[in-house]
């Protein structure tokens, strides 16, 4: 009788181990994703050009090129340009796929007032910077501008706060900041100091994010932005810019640093990524592509853009590649969707392990 006691009691305390166990499907679902950043998260926050009342077309410029041809082209070029920054998809649209959706969320700027979208909603925009000094009279977006924006749509309940809880957030900036660091607002402290206030910025808003309720942060850090084509085009795309590359190994260091202690952030690592591919040798991602440093549509005129036209609509002031998928870069800083499908298939597999989809 004894021996059955003991066993009963046995029975008992392991069927209450097993039901406290946590179990993995119990786990907050990460349904939405929320992006910030630059031209490697945009997907059409930049608006889309007024018609011309005279010649009833919308007008090119530098600040409008995604929304033209050849941006959205493929390589049989057909023209769908969808205000990306590439051939067709970007970081973002790729971080999505690792979630289980097929492309990003929608843009802000493209979405009806009081709603979104329940896979989430896109906030990068081309040409957005972590940082400006205050003296800065370049108007730009930056990734308090964008993250104040999310804020207000919690604050008036457009999104609400349990679906932010289920969420994750992608921080996907180029480098922007040291790209144009030789006229950041004729600013008054050193290149160190400036990485500094550049780093502690990104910090200051992921804990922002966190207080908002966000389950997840993704964040890059910065590539080798020395090797980006506008930074290599004066050496005729043969070598990087060392100088530029010195920048994100600071920016890198710090930014890995000040992060350490930070719980549910991940540092999406495309430095190493993009370095495998354009400064690597001989590595297997690097023989994927014929050409690392130039960009597959190059314009004629070294202080001119991709997809720029002269006089008339068959002026055309750039070049362009037969085959985007055997280039790198797309345009003078952005990644062809084979150059972008090629980075992340070198970090899928540490996101997927720190979002629990493996």
């Excluded at 037969?322 to 540490?350: I, R, S």
Aim: with cysteine.
């Amino acid at each position: 009788m004894k021996i059955l006691s003991i066993c009963i009691l046995f029975l008992v305390l392991n069927v209450a181990r097993v039901e406290s166990r946590p179990n993995p499907d119990d786990r907050p679902k990460l349904r939405h994703l929320f992006v910030f950043g630059d031209s490697f998260g945009d997907n059409g926050n930049t608006r889309k050009p007024p018609v011309d009342p005279v010649l009833g077309s919308a007008v090119e410029s530098e600040d409008s090129r995604q929304w033209f041809f050849p941006y959205g082209s493929f390589t049989d070029r057909r023209d769908n340009p969808t205000g990306r920054f590439s051939n067709y998809m970007v970081q973002s649209d790729l971080v999505a796929n690792i979630m289980g959706l097929d492309v990003a969320p929608p843009a802000y700027m493209l979405t009806e007032r009081n709603t979104w979208d329940k896979s989430g909603m896109t906030f990068a925009i081309g040409g957005s910077t972590v940082y400006h000094p205050p003296s800065n009279k370049k108007r730009v977006s930056t990734l308090r501008h964008q993250v104040d924006r999310f804020e207000s749509l919690i604050a008036d309940g457009t999104i609400s706060r349990k679906h932010v809880e289920h969420s994750v957030a992608l921080i996907a900036f180029s480098g922007n900041d040291y790209v144009t660091v030789g006229d950041a607002g004729g600013m008054d402290m050193g290149i160190n100091d400036f990485i500094r206030e550049v780093t502690t910025e990104i910090v200051t808003n992921v804990q922002r994010l966190q207080e908002m309720g966000v389950a997840k942060v993704l964040i890059n850090n910065v590539p080798p932005v020395g090797c980006a084509p506008s930074q290599t085009m004066p050496n005729g795309f043969t070598r990087c810019d060392r100088g530029g590359n010195n920048y994100a190994t600071v920016h890198n260091r710090n930014l890995k640093r000040l992060l350490k202690e930070m719980e549910d952030v991940h540092i999406i690592d495309i430095n190493n990524a993009f370095t495998n591919i354009v400064d690597g040798d001989n590595t297997e991602v690097s023989s994927f592509f014929d050409e690392r440093l130039a960009p597959c549509c190059q314009s004629i005129d070294p202080n001119g853009y991709c997809g720029q036209l002269g006089q008339s609509d068959t002026d055309y002031r750039y070049t362009l590649c037969e085959k985007a998928d055997k280039y790198f870069y797309w345009d003078d800083m952005n990644p062809t969707q084979a150059g972008w499908e090629t980075v992340m298939e070198q970090l899928e597999d540490p996101i997927k392990e720190f979002l629990g989809l493996n």
